[in-house]
């Protein structure tokens, strides 16, 4: 069974048009991620709650938000997308309980903006 | 900083054959190293990991890897490569500053051929 569901899992947008992607989690985890891959490089890491403390990684672009509105759910909201933004976009969870723990990661979500 | 390095971007190998993706860290510290594979299309998936213990580490699908602090490596192997281990492997590392973030590598893709 799932236990981190991203929807949707395929999302076409327009250039500029507000798009947003969703994450949510049956484990219970304190720690939420969003990353964006593209072209099977590196998953590149955009931010991360712990809880509901917001960290931000300093070369995420402004275009980039987030919201947890509780423990299961996180959202990634890209306000003006742009053609660089095609990517698969992945939400990851770890319990956060100070040991060292692994990351469980949702199926994705491939976004293409035309 | 902290830095995993894959030197392959791809490896190929023959159904039956042993297989090796190589791994090499850069860590202040103590090392929290993990595999993760992924399927076309797909999230991440947790292979193994290594805290402290064992050099030799076993993991999901019959995966190991040997960590070796004297060349700072920690390499990917398997007696006998499937067809089906056909994907891209990411080798990671815990940052140590306090946060919960992950930095990857960037990826080698395995070909395993009937």
């Known amino acids: 069974d799932a236990m981190v569901i991203q929807n949707p899992r395929y999302q076409v947008t327009q250039f500029g048009k507000p798009v947003t992607l969703s994450c949510s989690q049956t484990l219970n985890h304190n720690v939420m991620y969003w990353y964006q891959q593209k072209s099977s490089q590196a998953p590149k890491l955009l931010f991360h709650?712990?809880?509901?403390?917001?960290?931000n990684e300093a070369d995420t672009p402004d275009n980039f938000q987030s919201r947890r509105p509780n423990t299961s759910f996180c959202f990634l909201d890209i306000r003006s997308p742009g053609l660089g933004d095609t990517a698969m976009y992945l939400c990851?969870?770890?319990?956060?309980?100070?040991?060292?723990?692994?990351?469980?990661f949702g199926a994705g979500t491939r976004l293409s903006v035309l | 900083a902290q830095s995993v390095a894959q030197p392959e971007d791809q490896v190929n190998v023959a159904e039956g054959n042993p297989l090796t993706v190589k791994c090499t860290y850069s860590?202040?510290?103590?090392?929290?190293l993990f595999w993760y594979v992924q399927y076309p299309n797909r999230g991440l998936q947790f292979l193994l990991k290594?805290?402290?213990?064992?050099?030799l580490v076993k993991g999901s699908y019959g995966f190991e890897a040997e960590f070796n602090k004297s060349q700072t490596s920690f390499h990917l192997k398997k007696p006998s490569a499937l067809v089906s281990d056909s994907a891209l492997y990411f080798c990671a590392v815990r940052d140590a500053s306090g946060t919960y973030k992950y930095i990857f590598g960037t990826g080698t893709r395995l070909k395993v051929l009937a």
């Open positions: 290594y805290i402290t213990g064992d050099n």
């Open positions: 990851a969870t770890s319990s956060g309980t100070g040991e060292v723990d692994i990351q469980y």
């Open positions: 860590v202040s510290g103590n090392p929290y």
């Open positions: 709650y712990y809880d509901k403390d917001f960290n």
